[in-house]
């Protein structure tokens, strides 16, 4: 959305709108557009949002290949990347704001940058919702609504967990930070040589120790469990650890099955860690307060192992614990008289009341050919697609029933798309959603579907089950030549 200036929402308007403004919300528009009808009931559109935020990010490589994040009905693709490099973050950015130039440019819409607090039943028809844009809030009548941002907001520490001075965070000082923020442009780094904790146990955390370590940083890598799923099959985040390592192939997904050692002398991982508290030891450092768990080990490059901690000071922290996703519950970390609750901002919890999802009776998947690629209200005025509808703990469910088409969609796929909140899964759900391949073939052979293999022109049913099944056992993406070799017929990956 950065690439194009829209109007803002008139309040007194009613409007077909869509929150989020990343890859799952560009493919929403751009396929609903392409059903050669007006699928928004003669209302104007409107966008609420923020920037998707691969583009405020420091450029980083990302865990994927191009032919795996070439996204179903964009204009442009990423043909003029190497096929055997990952994303830059940079280039997966630019083509996003370049297909929110040509929409905009083919059918316009308005924009309000902001986020979404709540959505409520319409006294008559459709929802209001209400979002905030640093302070200022907005609402407006929703005829329809589209739910496509992501999986929800960084997820944070309970404010009883957090020191006074403090709490929000990230604030002016940044002193503690989310994941995101640190990654983000603006995210502030410390001087060589100081010390800087980051926790979480996932790839974001990999990539903010990585940042960190590439300003010279000391730097302390805690996890609640291992780090192995850190270390992804891509071998993306490999050059944090001391090579070699064995890997296996169990239930699915690509592990490594011996406990991991950092490859810097200036890294310390510490593993069975759980944080109880952060506060300021001064103004220029925190104190984060520990409690270790069965297993726990800190271990230095040498493999030698650490004093068992239970605080760490260290001039900057962050917090990179995942995101917001499930239903609203209360808290269980281990600081006595919390009476709050978490995940009071994710999808989940404020569609809740809307979606009536608590009910069997109406709960309801969207299905294409079995798959279910979405979630939509009693009335269909609502849906929630994308990352939105696959962290969604109803979208979590059908992808872990092993029977459900969701599952065996997913996992047939390349393993770096195998991601259930992955973008790849995320466009093609969505684009799914739309009935966008009803009347056209697609023609990337990584996300096609088995239905969508055998449609691809000249690709015989044989040669479309062959690929099916070879691409389910694959970490790297299926190539052009590979394709030739089974088809000899086609030879565009792209959608």
């Known amino acids: 959305m950065r690439s194009v200036s829209p109007p803002p929402a008139n309040p007194g308007e009613t409007y077909y709108v869509i929150v989020g403004c990343g890859v799952s919300a560009a493919v929403n528009y751009t396929t609903l557009l392409a059903s050669g009808k007006d699928p928004f009931g003669g209302h104007e559109v409107l966008f609420i949002g923020e920037h998707e935020p691969w583009g405020e ?18 204009e442009r693709q990423l043909r003029s990347i190497n096929q055997n490099d990952f994303v830059p973050s940079d280039e997966f950015a630019e083509r996003i704001d370049h297909q929110w130039a040509w929409l905009y440019a083919t059918r316009p819409f308005h924009y309000s940058r902001g986020l979404v607090t709540s959505v409520t039943d319409h006294p008559k028809v459709g929802f209001d919702v209400t979002w905030d844009d640093n302070g200022s809030v907005h609402q407006v009548h929703a005829a329809h609504l589209d739910i496509c941002g992501g999986p929800g907001p960084s997820r944070r520490l309970c404010p009883n967990q957090v020191g006074s001075g403090l709490w929000p965070y990230p604030d002016a000082s940044r002193l503690l930070e989310t994941g995101e923020s640190y990654l983000s442009q603006s995210g502030r780094t410390v001087a060589k040589g100081e010390r800087v904790a980051v926790i979480g146990g996932g790839p974001t955390a990999a990539w903010c120790v990585e940042r960190a370590l590439v300003h010279g940083n000391k730097v302390e890598w805690f996890s609640r469990g291992d780090l192995n799923p850190a270390f992804v099959s891509s071998l993306r985040n490999d050059a944090l650890i001391r090579l070699p390592v064995t890997r296996t192939r169990k239930d699915r997904l690509t592990t490594i099955t011996e406990r991991v050692v950092p490859a810097s002398p200036d890294l310390v991982f510490a593993e069975f860690y759980d944080v109880v508290e952060v506060s300021k030891h001064d103004h220029v450092s925190v104190d984060v307060y520990f409690d270790r768990l069965p297993g726990n080990r800190r271990v230095n490059s040498e493999g030698l192992p650490r004093p068992a901690l239970g605080r760490g000071t260290y001039e900057q922290v962050i917090l990179a614990l995942g995101q917001e996703t499930g239903l609203k519950r209360a808290c269980k970390h281990n600081k006595s008289g919390c009476a709050l609750t978490i995940e009071n901002n994710s999808w989940a919890t404020r569609l809740d009341p809307v979606l009536s999802l608590g009910s069997r009776k109406r709960r309801r998947l969207i299905t294409r050919k079995g798959i279910a690629v979405g979630l939509r209200s009693y009335q269909g005025d609502l849906r929630v697609l994308g990352a939105a509808f696959l962290a969604h703990p109803h979208g979590e469910a059908v992808f872990e029933k092993i029977d459900s088409e969701l599952f065996h969609y997913i996992v047939s796929l390349p393993e770096q798309a195998q991601v259930n909140r992955s973008a790849a899964v995320a466009a093609m ?67």
């Open 57 to 74: 990010y420091d450029p980083l490589p990302m865990g994927q290949w191009p032919a795996i994040l070439a996204t179903p009905s964009f």
């Open 429 to 495: 759900t969505t684009a799914l959603a739309n009935g966008y391949f009803d009347s056209r073939p697609n023609l990337n052979r990584n996300t096609a579907t088995l239905d969508q293999l055998a449609a691809i022109p000249g690709l015989a049913k044989q040669f479309a089950e062959f690929l099916h099944d070879v691409r389910t056992y694959r970490i790297n993406p299926v190539t052009d030549a590979e394709a030739s070799d089974v088809a000899g017929l086609t030879s565009d990956r792209y959608s």
